[in-house]
């Protein structure tokens, strides 16, 4: 079903919500860039008409100079306010769009491990990156949508409006044969044309977008494979598996030759050489039409003696930057609809919901580490399967005692590690710990008494102090003391 404006607004303006929870600041400095770039034409609009009717009349030598000061003076006011909330735009930008892998950091910090190791959520957040690669749908172009289009459309057409509307408001000398003009019916015709293009111009620019974003999906499988079998083929290990089972032909010829997803021969391509093609220059040709038709009106007003030379030029810049305004608002709005998709995937993977009950009991603090686990009758087996991964365990240890855990591949021997952690509950019968369910106790306090190092470990790229200690600010003597427990070789380097 066709994503409504409604569903749309409300998915970026969630957005932009997230924006301004991380950084208010990039808001306010593109909303003051906006006012501020559009500020100093508008300026010099105005004050130029004052100095051009001067010099179409009284040419007072005292009152140009005036009026060139005055000039001056303005932009060079509006010029530096706008640089040093660019300046200010800009510092932000950098900082919040380092900001979006904090926004998936924490949703996967915060997600069950059962999710996470959901093959659909891992498929989900790699279907979010490649649609950003792709198109820049999504985080990102939502606030680009604010920046760009939004803010600055309104701006220009408020400040086209202001300095233009009076020209309606000016009549047509009665004995001009132009003086059908001051017709109600004139303006409203004139109106209605204006109107009608403004409706035009979004839904043809939409039709034409709709291309692409219909294209998406076989564009993340062209990005899949183009990451694949391009970037990384230089890799020693994908090369030396492409020798060994003669892949050359599969991967030059048909994944970079048939396959190829954006080749010019490709339905994109032929898309944008047609229809695709076709919608947005109609688009464009209609905003340009709607500036020429206000040219046409105020041409003939000015023409029938309705104002002067200066007033010309004051309603000519003004109409230009009220349409300016109108398109970018207009392209705002398609923007919105077609971002609206794309981010109805980031927030299927936000809105991920926690199922795991996380307890309210506090983990009994013991000096001495005393502590009994038991599996009682366990049964578990992963999501999507009827295997049992582990059937009927009933086993019981102590914290504190080696306790070697063998079997065979697949025998389940990772699983117990990852119920007694409870990175997974078990679907039948309990885990004790000291005699109480652990999904009892509060899971932080739980998890905090294991210390486990799964196959598949990993370094971070960190110094060894904060690898050891997890953590930037750590106790330099305390992560000696463990790499010294453990007999680690550098730790007496």
Known sequence: MKLTYREAWKRNVREWRIWWKLCPSVFISSALTSVFGVAAPLATVWLSTQLISELAGKRDLQTLL???????ITQAALQLAKGLCSRWKEYSLDVVYRMDEQVYMEKMTSLDYADIDRQYVYDLFSQIRQNENYTGYGIHMAFHIFEHDFVTGVVQIVGGMALFVTMFLQRVPADSPLAFLNSPLTAVAVLAALLLIAVLVPLLYSKGQQYLSDYTPKARFGNRLFGFFGFNIREHDRASDMRMYRQQENICSV????????????EIGKASRGPMGLFTGASAGLSMGAVGLVYLFVCLKAGGGTFGVGELTQYVGAATQFFLGISALLDAVTEIR?????????????DIPNKMYQGSLTTEKRSDRKYEIEFKDVSFRYPGTEQYALRHVNLKFSVGSRLAVVGPNGSGKTTFIKLLCRLYDPEEGQILLNGIDIRKYRYEDYIGIFSAVFQDFRLFALPLGENVAACCDYDRARVQKALDVVCFPSSRQ
């Open 255 to 266: 994944y970079f030759g048939r396959s190829n997803m954006f080749s010019a021969d490709s």
């Open 338 to 350: 077609i971002n609206g998709e794309f981010l109805g995937t980031t927030y299927e993977f936000l």
């Open 66 to 72: 005036q009026w060139v000061l005055l000039i001056l």
